[in-house]
């Protein structure tokens, strides 16, 4: 029993040097006088209605407690005498919704409660304590607590039996202590709100103020124990922080932390460092229990407890002081897990758990199902960003915690660089839902900042790179420059501070490259491999048969095959998970209108001296790029392509008409001064913005930007040329798939100009272009005869080969076994596939073709352009109509876009738009590898067949025919007239005689100035010793042409000779 007793005095000691009293000799704490009372203490609490009326006496100072041994906590006791009690009208009892009542004291009754017996129930109240063995319940069926130790200790010392704030801290600490169904700190917590409620109802000029303040004090004090020092009341330190657990109840809950203990907390932090750290360390402990949790999961406790905490500046202030905060050395894949906000920013419903929780096998799911799954998934997600963002603004609304939130988001951000790699490692980054998170908080900070009128765009620094950033561009490839280049201008280091506007504009851009655009590549990249793995199942489901007698190879077929459909049906489930988080309007727009400014901000930077956009931008652009410009990263301009491909193409309806201009402006600004870009595939996203946006939607037949482009002014006097040199860059992209490339950049330049077309200022500029900029538009047309060509020869040759294997299939010979008919149908399929593709660019090339043909027919007969021309009409004429037109027929022709009466309309239409031009006449009977005047008869026949044409365009046709088989025939006698031609008067290259002969500067060879224009429009090399070459440079050989003259006109005067002499030897016809 000694050393029972023992213990406790220790215990004893060590709370009195905590709270800062001093013991007695006998090693109790000394005890002030207590005031004096007559009035019994009633043995359990009673409403105060049935309180016996007594008048009370008003208290001296002298009746006051004289020392406070918790007055070094920080609060003094009260040296000044209350007022007397002032005697207002009885107020209502307030009913607490625990079922206890606020005891306040009454204002008028017959006889006053003394303040001593006042103080006796409301401490009683409070805390739920009784000094009379009998009482167990309260009058609210509450438990209460009987003190021995407290009553002997005030029977010893002879004063009234009753409880007061001198002998509280001593009553507390015995409650706390003999707890047997709750822990102290709970018990204490409750005392808390109760103690707390009653001091909100208090005045401070109330005589009882300072005993409800002294109490709650007291009351907070203890709890702090119960969580720094739990071995004060008998208690076994908890290795995880105890009010980490209350922290996520509900703050009206007894057990919960309330606004008034956190603001009480704050009032100590400068006296009591441990209330710091204990709260510091329970939000600690809830970021690390959160990490482990998903949205799955009872997540909103856990962010409604750090809502709570960043609303009090010293909590927010702590919190950035914590060593988790911003942890030095942290990898990428471990920011959303081990500082103190991953994981609050980490809850997504990307994460793979939560997207199988929303789209449970998604294959048997229809299409309502998966889009209610998707918004809700979308709401869900809305709610969290939403309180995300209040917690990320806190930070940024203080001075002093704002440079450390921002340092975190660009740890985000410069730690995951390889989520742009070719090939990520999902292990060595951070995830998609907590990229896009940081994304889209950062998105909303930017918000206050970008208004319509761009009025704070100046605040922008251009020079922020070059001044020690928080962003790291050192390894990101630039726009418009090497490495070197950029080492070397990010080198001078460059003077002054950053403002806010700035960091956090820098930081969103880089968000959005590893953040948003990030994840859309993600889910590219899962859909392929989604399909890929759809293909494996099949195979391998095929291969059951080969492990039905073997029941253990079976079971592991079968396991395996388990396996992969789990794969599978979580690879579903995260594709229709991002497709949902990408597809919410709402952030999308907020992300749209942050690339707005991005855009403007990059057209101001490549348009020096203009105040853009106030002033119009002027094209092209100056011929030398700003260096500050040419260094940036290439995702500056990368996050606007992609960003806008993805709206653009899959929810366009959200793009506003401001939104729309800027947009059309940087599209056609970098195409018509694409040398600022060097990044062909950059290029090539802005022409695909393009014609996603001229695509019909709901209520707009051209699209969100047709009626832009049609239309406006800037685009009407840069868009063609913009599309056309592009059209002609496009044909060499650098890579090892430029080939197949160029084909899709140019189907989407098509769409854009048949969307303009019939505006005819289109037209007039493509004249425009034709008279002066000539090798210019030479090169455009030749680039188009090409790929006519192409395309064309590839799709027929795809049809002869489903004509042929289409036919050996159905009728398969006998020899034919499986395997080799397996490779036979292998085949078909992908001659299918090939001319599908390219049906689809042949008819839109056609269709170009025609168009411009229509619109400008001189240009299209220049001796450059008009024999290519000839000789593609020819052979795709002769291949629709001649002998060996009917190995294009195929089963099904419409599925890949083959309609042949149409295409042979549309060839038709080429040569009637050419049918006034005698260079088209002659170079289509000059064609000796196609022509046949049969085609023309075969072709007439069958448009008269299925009326292709109109009667006037089938006599027109006629004539043409006609007219041509004339030209054939006056070149033939032309041939014949000249005879052998001298081999020096001939071109090298075509053996002909030529018209307009020039020397090569170089090689000093002659040849006719069309034949080497024709050339060079494919190599810009001197065709005999590969030199570069141009046009310009050639010299006109005058001599030779001299020499050419005379030799035609010897011949001519030869030929006249002969027929003068042929008429005069004709004998007179006298037959009549």
């Not at 459909?565 to 690879?571: A, R």
């Not at 008279?771 to 005869?785: E, G, H, K, Q, Y």
């Not at 042979?904 to 002659?922: M, P, S």
């Not at 089938?954 to 054939?968: D, R, S, T, V």
Request: proline share 6%.
């Amino acid at each position: 029993m000694a050393d029972l007793q023992s213990d406790a005095d220790k215990i004893r000691m060590k709370r009195l040097a905590k709270l800062g009293g001093q013991p007695t000799a006998n090693g109790e704490p000394s005890a002030p006088p207590r005031p004096a009372s007559s009035s019994p203490i009633p043995s359990t609490p009673q409403p105060e209605d049935s309180q016996p009326a007594q008048q009370a006496e008003t208290p001296k100072t002298s009746d006051l407690p004289k020392a406070n041994p918790f007055a070094q906590l920080g609060v003094k006791a009260d040296s000044k005498a209350p007022p007397r009690i002032n005697i207002k009208p009885k107020p209502t009892l307030s009913q607490n919704g625990d079922g206890s009542t606020d005891v306040l004291p009454r204002s008028q009754q017959g006889s006053r409660d003394s303040i001593e017996i006042w103080e006796d129930r409301t401490l009683n109240t409070i805390f739920r304590l009784s000094l009379d063995p009998s009482t167990t319940r309260d009058a609210h069926g509450h438990r209460v607590y009987y003190l021995p130790s407290v009553r002997s200790d005030l029977e010893d010392e002879g004063v009234p039996v009753r409880l007061s704030i001198s002998v509280l801290d001593q009553a507390i600490l015995e409650a706390a202590s003999n707890l047997q169904e709750e822990e102290p700190l709970d018990y204490l917590l409750g005392c808390w709100k109760r103690v707390s409620r009653m001091f909100r109802g208090m005045r401070s000029n109330d005589p009882r103020f300072g005993i409800l303040k002294e109490a709650r004090r007291l009351c907070f004090s203890y709890c702090i124990f119960a969580v720094t020092m739990p071995d004060m009341f008998g208690q076994e330190p908890s290795p995880v922080n105890p009010l980490a657990e209350r922290l996520l109840v509900d703050s009206e809950h007894d057990r919960g932390i309330c606004h008034d203990f956190l603001s009480e907390a704050v009032s100590r932090f400068n006296e009591d460092e441990s209330v710091k750290e204990a709260l510091v360390g329970a939000m600690e402990q809830l970021s690390r229990e959160l990490s482990k949790l998903s949205m799955n999961d009872d997540y909103k406790p856990y962010i409604l407890a750090m809502r709570n905490f960043v609303r009090y500046q010293p909590l927010l202030l702590a919190l950035t002081q914590s060593s988790m905060f911003l942890p030095p050395d942290v990898p990428a894949q471990h920011i959303e897990t081990s500082t103190l906000l991953g994981p609050f920013f980490c809850l997504s419903p990307m994460q793979g758990e939560v997207a199988l929780n929303y789209f449970s096998s998604p294959k048997t799911r229809d299409k309502a199902y998966i889009a209610n799954s998707q918004k809700a998934l979308r709401m869900t997600l809305q709610t969290h960003q939403d309180e995300l963002f209040d917690i990320a603004n806190c930070f940024i609304k203080t001075k002093d915690s704002r440079e450390k939130i921002l340092n975190w988001f660009a740890l985000t951000v410069n730690a995951n660089h390889k989520r742009r790699a070719m090939q990520v490692d999902p292990k060595t980054v951070s995830s998609d839902g907590f990229m896009v998170n940081v994304t889209v908080i950062l998105d909303r900070l930017c918000e206050p900042f970008m208004d319509a009128t761009f009025s704070k765009i100046d605040r922008i620094d251009v020079e922020y790179l070059r001044r020690n950033p928080r962003v790291l561009i050192e390894d990101e490839t630039k726009i418009s420059t090497d490495q070197h280049a950029s080492d070397h201008f990010y080198a001078n280091k460059v003077g002054g501070t950053t403002n806010f506007i700035t960091e956090i504009f820098f930081l969103t851009v880089a968000a959005h490259h590893y953040g948003t655009e990030a994840a859309n590549t993600k889910l590219s990249q899962l859909q392929r491999d989604v399909k890929w793995m759809e293909k494996q199942l099949e195979k391998f489901e095929v291969e059951r048969h080969k492990f039905a007698q073997n029941p253990a190879q079976l079971a592991m077929f079968e396991a395996h095959l388990k396996k992969l459909k789990d794969q599978l049906e979580k690879g579903h489930c995260t594709i229709l998970a991002i497709q949902g988080v990408l597809l919410d309007e709402l952030s999308q727009a907020r992300s749209m209108q942050f690339m707005r400014y991005v855009i403007v901000w990059l057209l101001r930077l490549v348009s020096p001296g203009l105040n853009f956009p106030r002033q119009p931008l002027q094209l092209p652009l100056v011929e030398e790029q700003p260096e500050v410009f040419k260094c940036l990263p290439e995702y500056f301009l990368e996050d606007i392509v992609d960003n806008f491909k993805f709206i653009t193409r899959n929810i366009p309806q959200i793009i506003t008409s401001t939104q729309c201009d800027e947009l059309m402006m940087i599209c056609i600004t970098f195409l018509r001064s694409s040398e600022y870009i060097k990044n062909p595939y950059l290029k090539s996203g802005l022409v695909t913005i393009l014609f996603h946006g001229v695509w019909p939607i709901y209520g707009r037949a051209k699209g969100v930007l047709g009626d832009l482009l049609y239309a406006s002014d800037f685009a009407t006097k840069h868009l063609l040329h913009a599309l056309m040199k592009f059209y002609i860059e496009c044909e060499s992209t650098g890579t090892h798939t430029q080939f197949f490339d160029k084909f899709n950049i140019r189907y989407e330049i098509f769409q854009v100009i048949r969307c303009i077309w019939p505006n005819p200022i289109y037209r007039e500029n493509l004249g425009t272009e034709a008279r002066l900029n000539l090798d210019f538009f030479v090169r455009f047309v030749n680039l188009l005869l090409n790929d006519v060509t192409f395309v064309l020869d590839e799709s027929f040759t795809a049809f002869k080969q489903i004509h042929d294997l289409a036919k050996e299939l159905h009728s398969p010979p006998e020899s034919l076994d499986a395997n080799a008919r397996q490779e036979k149908e292998e085949a078909l399929s992908a001659a299918q596939s090939k001319a599908k593709g390219y049906m689809q660019l042949t008819n839109e090339t056609v269709a170009m073709l025609k168009l411009f043909t229509e619109a400008l027919e001189d240009s299209f007969t220049m001796p450059e352009i008009v024999q290519r021309l000839a000789d593609m009409l020819d052979y795709n004429l002769d291949a629709l109509v001649g002998p060996k037109s009917s190995n294009l027929k195929v089963e099904n022709g419409e599925e890949y876009g083959w309609r042949p009466k149409q295409m042979l309309a549309e060839i038709v239409d080429v040569y009637l738009n050419l049918k006034d031009k005698t260079a088209f006449h002659r170079a289509v009977a000059r064609d000796g590898r196609s022509y046949k005047p049969s085609n023309f008869t075969k072709a007439m026949t069958i448009m008269q067949r299925y009326a292709l044409k109109s009667p006037e365009q089938l006599q027109e046709w006629e004539k043409l025919g006609n007219l041509i088989q004339a030209a054939k025939e006056a070149d033939e006698q032309e041939e014949q007239d000249y005879g052998d031609i001298p081999d020096e008067l001939c071109d090298p290259l075509m053996a002909t005689l030529m018209e307009d002969p020039v020397i090569l500067p170089r090689s000093r060879v002659t040849l006719d100035r069309s034949t080497l224009r024709s050339h060079l429009l494919s190599d810009p090399n001197d065709p005999f010793n590969r030199t570069p070459l141009k046009i310009e440079d050639v010299i006109p050989d005058v001599e030779m042409k001299a020499r050419i003259e005379a030799f035609k006109a010897e011949k001519r005067g030869k030929k006249i000779g002969e027929t003068s002499a042929a008429v005069e030897g004709e004998p007179m016809d006298t037959s009549a």
